[in-house]
């Protein structure tokens, strides 16, 4: 990159004036951004490989249509109040989401992010079931208010010193680069930590019947991009019907359309019955959903409610591309197979042509590479991933990190094969320079 006077100092200035937030090894100072390519505010121009954390899935700064929604909406009334009063752009907007859900759902309650979709999800399974014990999963990312931090286990930064915590208990997920049972039969190890929970958790921590919920990401984000063998999804919902234990899947990141498929948890052929979005869902505006089938959406009035959600902007960016995606879902999910079997290929190249590249995973454009110390030990090796970051930056591509060594490659959905190629070109410099 060229010269970043002007983003060092703003790095500076940002230093004095705010908290520690997750900025990690590569710094860049954002100005603008049109479809897969951001810039920075020396004018230095980068490949997107983030969609910013998974939020722009149809294009940096969302499309045209989206922005010119937003901006009528903006010019008529932005906040309406909608929890105490009726608007009915949110209720076309709820209409056509709830046309994405399997049969028998529902109702859906609007937030803010992803934390507070989560946190809904909470409150909803234990309100319905009367029962108050969840289980989540080691590696687990689902927010960072307390409610939703007490499902999270992915890093114990996250939750030092920020307890007690609500009755959560955590279960190994199945990780077939790590397998923690020891097989390196992938469905044999969602087998087994199915066992695990049958036999450990419900004889030796809680009974079935104090259980109100499982939480499960469809594949593992900040936890590193895992994705778990079918055995183990489908055996998470066959247990969670034998004991009447409500199923949520939390598709804030691995949801719409990212993995080809509106609901990543689609690719399983297993149904929840509460699903969480956020991020992508919101088109670039602050914007969550909790989508509840039938039987779990009795709420009495003011049981739950909040300021903004439904917020009219957000609505309007969220509804014009939620149109463009139901028209066009089947063209989406091809284009996104094809980008994903393309940098899937490049990607397993790169794992089997470098000592530090462990392993290579994901679904469509949902995708990672892992780096260790080397393939004998598997040893993480988190300075390593944050220099190749780094290098990538230095050279033209934003790049983020998850788990403890693991790179992102989760571009825009729309992005162009040339530039996912350059891109692909880019990362195999960097891990090549690395070394």
């Known amino acids: 990159m060229r ?21 990690e090894a ?6 603008h951004g049109e479809g897969e390519f951001a810039y920075d505010i020396d004018g230095n ?5 983030t969609s910013f954390i998974s939020v722009y899935n149809f294009g940096v700064n969302s499309s045209k249509a989206v922005r010119n929604a937003i901006k009528a909406q903006v010019d008529k009334m932005m906040h309406a109040a909608f929890m105490d009063y009726y608007s009915e752009l949110p209720v076309s907007f709820a209409e056509l989401l709830i046309r ?75 990780n077939p680069y790590r397998c923690a049972f020891g097989t390196d039969n992938e469905e044999e190890c969602g087998r087994e930590h199915v066992e695990y929970i049958r036999e450990h958790i419900l004889k030796r921590e809680a009974a079935a019947g104090e259980i109100a919920a499982i939480f499960m990401e469809p594949i593992q984000g900040e936890g590193g991009y895992i994705v778990p063998p079918k055995s183990f999804v489908r055996g998470i919902r066959e247990l969670a019907d034998e004991n009447n234990i409500v199923l949520v899947s939390d598709e804030v990141q691995a949801g719409y359309m990212r993995t080809g498929k509106f609901l990543a948890l689609d690719n399983f052929g297993v149904r929840a019955d509460i699903y ?16 509840a089938n039938n039987r779990l959406s009795s709420m009495p009035q003011g ?17 014009e591309q939620l149109k463009h995606v139901t028209r066009n879902s089947h063209k989406i999910e091809r284009e996104v197979k094809e980008k994903g079997r393309l940098a899937m290929k490049r990607l397993l190249e790169m794992r089997d042509s470098y000592e530090i590249v462990g392993d290579a995973r994901g679904i469509g454009l949902m995708l990672a590479i892992e780096l260790v ?60 320079d690395g070394r």
């Not at 088109?283 to 909790?290: F, S």
């Not at 049981?303 to 969220?318: D, E, M, P, Q, Y």
């Not at 390593?384 to 959905?413: E, F, H």
């Open 3 to 23: 010269k970043r006077t002007r983003s060092e100092e703003v790095i500076r200035r940002d230093r004095r004036v705010f908290m520690t937030t997750t900025r």
């Open 26 to 31: 590569a710094s860049f100072v954002v100005d």
């Open 45 to 49: 121009k980068v490949l997107d490989f």
């Open 100 to 174: 994405q859900f399997p049969n028998g759902f529902g109702k859906v309650f609007l937030s803010n992010s992803g934390t507070e979709a989560n946190e809904d999800a909470i409150k909803i399974a234990r309100y319905n079931t009367r029962k108050h014990y969840l289980i989540s999963f080691y590696g687990a990312f689902h927010g960072r208010s307390l409610g939703s931090l007490s499902l999270t286990a992915s890093r114990n930064v996250q939750r030092a010193y920020l307890g007690p915590f609500s009755e959560v208990i955590h279960a190994p997920y199945p």
């Open 276 to 291: 969480t979005m956020a991020k992508s869902i919101g088109a670039g505006l602050p914007m969550a959903a909790t989508i």
């Open 303 to 319: 049981k739950h409610s909040g300021t903004f959600g439904g917020n009219l902007a957000a609505v309007a960016g969220a509804y």
């Open 373 to 432: 110390r080397d393939k004998g030990s598997k040893e993480p090796a988190p300075e390593l991933r944050d220099r190749v970051v780094k290098r990538a930056l230095d050279n033209g591509l934003l790049l983020l990190g998850c788990g403890d060594s693991s790179i992102r490659v989760i571009p825009p959905l729309t992005i162009s094969r040339g530039s996912l190629e350059r891109g692909l070109d880019i990362l195999d410099a960097a891990i090549k």
